[in-house]
């Protein structure tokens, strides 16, 4: 695959991001922020092995971070506010009907294996990559980093706005589970995701 100038140095960007080498900078100024809870009603995602669920973890994060980023002044669109689906292309679209935004989903991660652990930040082209890169350099503070990631998802790659994906965290992971089940450290991956954001305003 034969990449643009810009992606490649994107790409090389990426590689320095875990050891913290690499200077996050910003997409612009924006005004909205669509705020995307993974999953929902019908579709669970994840589900942890003390039985939690990924769509009521990524709900209650994303509501902090609603409220995160109306005290500093923004404008928040919710893709879901319940326990309810709403299909892949509608959140995109959500997203695609708004002016001066950016858009990032939150969700939690599991695996086979009990091992893995750590946050990871995915984004689809080179215009989202700096909002990737700041949320995971203060998710980073939180957690131990898997980096940020190239992905091809439907909400990112269907996406008008600069978009990013965060994988919170291993409910697959006991020790990590245990974490993400306390509100406290919820509120802790809301408010890196808030600074992250915020930070992305440039």
Same mark, same amino acid.
């Given at each position: 695959?034969?990449?643009?100038?810009?992606?490649?140095?994107?790409? #090389?960007?990426?590689? $320095?991001?875990?050891?913290?080498?690499?200077?996050?900078?910003?997409?612009?100024?924006?005004?909205? =922020?669509? &705020?995307?809870?993974g999953h929902g009603g019908i579709d669970r995602g994840a589900r942890? &092995?003390?039985? @939690?669920?990924?769509?009521?973890?990524? #709900?209650?994060?994303?509501?902090?971070? %609603?409220? /995160?980023?109306?005290? *500093?002044?923004?404008?928040?669109?919710?893709?879901?506010?319940?326990?309810?689906?709403?299909? $892949?292309?509608q959140r995109a679209a959500i997203s695609n009907r708004q002016w001066?935004?950016?858009?990032? @989903?939150? *969700?939690?991660?599991?695996?086979?294996?009990?091992?893995? @652990?750590?946050?990871?930040?995915?984004?689809?082209?080179? +215009?989202?990559?700096?909002?990737?890169?700041?949320?995971?350099?203060?998710?980073?503070?939180? @957690?131990?980093?898997? /980096?940020?990631?190239?992905? +091809?998802? *439907?909400?990112? +790659?269907?996406?008008?706005?600069?978009?990013?994906?965060?994988?919170? /965290?291993?409910?697959?992971?006991?020790? %990590?589970?245990?974490?993400?089940?306390?509100?406290?450290?919820?509120?802790?991956?809301? %408010?890196?995701? =808030? +600074? /992250?954001? =915020?930070?992305?305003?440039?």
């Open positions: 695959m034969r990449f643009a100038p810009v992606a490649i140095l994107a790409s #090389l960007a990426v590689m $320095l991001l875990p050891g913290c080498a690499a200077s996050p900078y910003g997409v612009g100024r924006f005004s909205t =922020v669509v &705020v995307d809870a942890g &092995v003390d039985r @939690s669920v990924e769509k009521s973890c990524a #709900l209650d994060t994303a509501k902090r971070v %609603e409220r /995160g980023l109306r005290a *500093h002044g923004y404008r928040v669109i919710m893709t879901r506010t319940g326990d309810y689906f709403v299909p $892949l292309p001066s935004a950016i858009f990032v @989903s939150v *969700h939690y991660n599991d695996a086979p294996r009990s091992a893995p @652990s750590g946050s990871e930040t995915y984004y689809f082209n080179a +215009r989202s990559y700096p909002l990737a890169a700041n949320i995971q350099r203060e998710m980073s503070r939180v @957690s131990s980093s898997r /980096g940020v990631k190239r992905a +091809r998802f *439907h909400v990112l +790659r269907n996406n008008a706005k600069p978009a990013a994906l965060v994988e919170c /965290g291993f409910l697959s992971n006991p020790y %990590e589970a245990r974490r993400i089940r306390s509100g406290g450290y919820r509120q802790r991956i809301a %408010e890196a995701i =808030v +600074r /992250g954001i =915020v930070n992305s305003s440039r």
